[in-house]
């Protein structure tokens, strides 16, 4: 923390930061770290010097939906080993992000930290069919295995991995087209 003010490590869980220092070389220091810890953040100046930050929705969408895009990269080479819980953890990871970026859309303040997708999907407002909902859970329970191995959920014969990655693939397209 700067002079006792609003941490800057996360930059996603601050709004207010007074931008009140003693030296310009502090200022400085501050004003760098803003500007290399919260590209997404817009900053706007009041009155009495106080400095508020903003959410940047245009580049928090960017943010996510290449963030979604990135995720889904290494999912053929997993599929092709035949490494499906860590397939079903990535493709779930760029679901996750994609449903982000619709929470973001719609509420217009940095998305919660929950993996949940069918959750995220309540919180973005959007209306998903109960075959949407399933897979989503699917998803959630089969993210578990790669993260938690020792867990009881056991892991998915090819068929079933392949027809969630097929799913997940053409929800994934559904979610990105709507943003």
């Not at 030296?23 to 501050?30: A, D, L, N």
């Not at 990871?93 to 069918?118: C, F, G, I, M, Q």
């Not at 089969?142 to 892991?155: D, G, I, K, T």
């Amino acid at each position: 923390m700067l002079n006792g003010e609003v941490g800057l490590a996360n930059p996603w869980r601050f709004s207010l930061v007074t931008g009140r220092t003693n030296t310009v070389s502090e200022k400085s220091e501050k004003n760098s770290l803003l500007e290399h810890s919260c590209p997404n953040l817009t900053e706007l100046t009041g009155c009495r010097g106080r400095r508020w930050f903003t959410l940047d929705v245009e580049k928090q969408l960017k943010y996510w939906r290449e963030g979604a895009r990135e995720a889904l990269r290494s999912v053929p080479v997993l599929e092709e080993g035949e490494f499906w819980a860590e397939a079903l953890f990535w493709t779930h990871l760029a679901v996750e992000k994609a449903l982000k970026a619709h929470v973001v859309k719609s509420t217009r303040e940095t998305p919660p930290y929950v993996h949940n997708l069918v959750r995220l999907g309540e919180i973005a407002g959007l209306d998903l069919s109960s075959v949407q909902i399933r897979l989503c859970d699917s998803l959630n329970r089969y993210q578990r295995l790669a993260r938690y191995p020792y867990q009881s959920v056991c892991e998915p014969d090819s068929d079933t991995s392949r027809r969630l990655l097929s799913e997940a693939r053409e929800f994934l397209e559904w979610l990105l087209t709507r943003l």
